[in-house]
């Protein structure tokens, strides 16, 4: 059925037309081609090669078929299979926040050469539900965690760090989503950590499965990793004890309402350990409609005593294309913090 020169990209007049009243084989086929294939934050992409389709006239190719009623078939199971698939095709021409859920493998690189693969599940995503997605920061912040552990030697505890008599460097989480970073944490700091990752009610489900996924990876490692609820807008009572302190507290793309700068500093002010060698690691895409929440940010994070001690702004690709199959370029700020010794 697809016969155009395969250097050249498919229109939807070659795909079976429904007059032809097409086989639910070849019907089933042409959904698969259609499917927009999520790009791995266009770094180290590991995309199914396949021809590409000139957008035009899709969507409606799409909904001739949700809307047929298949009739030469001779199957129901066949035709509802058909329908779901179409459907789903639609979904994803609409954006990635009506994709159904997926599990995909991430692949973060380190600097020994050697790659982690994560894998982590993405439940469908609704507009109030942000952490079913892993988010372009976090990805470009796990390719960093390495090259900061590097550059800043501090980041581990010392003996004298802490009175408990655990030595294993202590990190948190906020607003984990899926989990690359922790995970990622976990995977490159091996046995000398423990990372509690941690998110609303809603996401921590997810998120705990998302660590059982990777259990034979952090096997390997042998760092502790742990998942709970932690809202940033309720006040832990009674506050931490020394011990539940942390030496170094992670966050990607957590600000995205005007209260999120004040919660998120406040939640870093109660859990992060006061000695000089605790750091607070941060990376935001920077869009312009929360420019504001992130200069607030900024100046929150300084208000209680934290400076920065390197930065750095990168460019990363949005996984999911748009509808012509374009990537988008995101622009992201990466911030390491700690404490000023001004105060
Ligand atoms: C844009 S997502 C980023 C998720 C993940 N860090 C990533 O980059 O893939 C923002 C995350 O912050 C979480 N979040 C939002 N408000 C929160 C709050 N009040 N307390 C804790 N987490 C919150 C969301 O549930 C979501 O997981």
Known sequence: MITADEDEPLHVLDLPQLYTKP?????????????????SFGFGARDVARRKINSSGVTEYLTTIVSSSLAWLDSDDLR??????????LSERAGRTAMPALTRLFHIPTSSGEELALTLHEP??????????TWLSSYLLSRRLDS????????????????????RLRALELGSGTGLVGLSFAALREASASIHLTDLPAIVPNLTQNVE???DLLQKTNAEVTTGILDWSIHPTPNPTKDELYDVILAADPLYS????????????????????ARVVVELPLRDAYAPQVDEFRQRMQDIGL??????????????EDADGQSMEVHCWWSVWGWSEKF
Do not use: C
């Not at 084989?25 to 698969?32: N, W």
């Not at 919660?263 to 992060?272: P, Y």
């Open 124 to 133: 469908s995503l609704t507009s109030d539900n942000l952490g079913m997605k």
């Open 148 to 167: 900061i552990f590097e550059s800043v030697p501090e980041l581990v505890r010392s003996e004298s760090s802490t009175s408990s008599t655990s030595t």
């Open 23 to 39: 086989t639910a084989i070849e019907i089933l086929k042409a959904l698969d081609h259609l499917a927009i294939q999520p790009k």
């Open 307 to 320: 400076a920065i001690v390197e930065q750095g702004n990168e460019t990363g690709y949005d996984d999911w």
């Open 258 to 277: 005007p209260d999120h700068p004040k919660w998120l500093v406040q939640t870093i002010n109660t859990w992060i350990s006061k000695g000089l060698d």
């Open 213 to 215: 996924l990777n259990f």
């Open 80 to 89: 509802e299979q058909i329908w779901d698939v179409a459907a789903a095709r």
